[in-house]
C-alpha cells in the first residue's frame, strides 16, 4: 500500500533558504547517506539515516546507491499543446505563431486529440523529473477539460488554465470577453482545488486581448483571489513595439496589465526579457513572478533575460525557470538550466550549480506560491522527488567520478556536470506523492 508509511534511503540535496541572498552554507542542505519517511503522499521526517534509523528500522525502505535524490522539478511555464511543434524552423515569435503555433491550437478542439496529447505530454514531463508544471491550454475549455482528467489521474500537482484571446488570431482560436469570462469562472468552479490541481486566469498576451477582456480576467482574479494568472510579458522587441501602438495610453508592457489589475502575488509573466528597470521595480513590489525561459529565448531570438537584474537585493524578485515547450527546444529542466548558464554567460555574470538548481526547485515553489506544499524535503511538504543518476552516461561516470562527494565544493561541482551534461537519461526515478511514477 503506497500510502501507508515507508522510507527512500539515499544521497539528498534541496534548499532551505535562497542561495542568491543568503550563503551556500546556509541555503544547500545536502544529506551523503540520508532518510526519507513517507506517509499518505507527504513528507513525514527527513535527516539523517544515522540519526533516523532506529526509529523507522522495520519500515519498507528503497535504497538508492550512488544517486542523488533532489525535489521534484518545476516548470513555471509550458504549453502542453506545443508538444508537437517543437523545434519549428526559422522565425521570431509573431511569425512563429502564425505561421506554426495557431495552426496547432486548432486541433484542440476535439476533446479526444486534447486527451491523446495530454497524456503524452505528461509522461514527457515525468520523464524529465518535471512533477509540477504551471500551463497553457489553448482557447477551447475542453483542452482544459482533457488536461486536468489526465493530470488527475496521475496525481501529478498541476496549474493549468484557458486561453483568452479574442483578436489578431484565426476566428477559430478566438473568444469574446464575455465568453472566455464565464468559460473560465465555469472551469475554476470544476477545478480549482480539485485534488492536486489549481487553475490560472491565462490571457495569451497583451495584443490579443483587448482592453475588454483583460479588465474582465481582472474581474476573475477579485472575485477568485487564490487562482493564478499566467500570461506573456515583455519577450519579443517588435512585440513590445506593437503592444505600445495598441495602447497608447499605458506607460510600458507591464502597465497594460498592471492597468486591468493583473499584477499581484499570484501573477506568472513569462520571459520579461525586454523590460524595463521601473517595470523590474514594480514587478518585486508587487510580489508577482517572472518564468526565466532560456532556451524558448534563444530559440526564438527574443534575447538575453536580466537574471542578475531580477534576483538584485534591491528590488529582488520571485524568479522560476520555464521549459516554454514549443518555443523552448527541450523538455529538461537540467538542459533548461544549462541554457540559463549560457544566458547569464554571455552578460558576464555566473550561474552557479546551486542557483540553478534552486530555481527548478525550491525557487520554482516560490515563484508559484507552493513553497508551502512544495520545493524542499521540510516535513509537511508533499512528496514529490527525482532519483537522479549522476553517472547515467559512460561519458557522465567518468566526468562525475567520486560520488558521492565528501564536501560541498565536490558536490557543486559534480551537480554542475550533470546539469551540463544531464538531460532525461539523468533522470533513474520519480516520485509522485510518494508513490513511485516513473524509472528509466
Ligand atoms: N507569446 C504569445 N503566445 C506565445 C506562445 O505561444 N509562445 C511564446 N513563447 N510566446 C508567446
Ligand atoms: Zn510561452
Redesign the pocket.
Known sequence: NPSSLHAIRGTFLDFINDPFYASDADSVRYISDGLLVVENGAIADFGTYDDLHNRYANLPTETYFNKLITPGFIDT???YP?YEMVAAYGEQLLEWLNKYTFPTEGKFHDYAYAQKIAALFLDELLKNGTTTALV?ATVHPQSVDAFFEVASRLNLRMICGKVLMNRYAPDFLTDTPQRAYEESKKLIQKWHNNGRLLYAVTPRFAITSTDEQLRLAGQLLQEFPDVYLHT?LS?NLQEVEWVAELFPNSKSYLDVYDRAGLVGKTSVF??GVQLTDEEFQRLSHAKAAISF?PT?NLFLGSGLFKLHTAKSATMPIKVGL?T?IG??TSFSMLQTMSEAYKVVQLQNQSLSAFKALFLATLGGAIALSLDDKLGNFDPGKEADFVVLDPQATPLMAVRNQGFPAKSREELSDQVFGTLMLGDDRAIHAVYVAGTLAHQK
Open positions: 511555464h509550458i504549453h506545443q497553457f506573456h519577450e513569462a520571459h525561459c524558448s520555464g516554454d518555443a523552448g
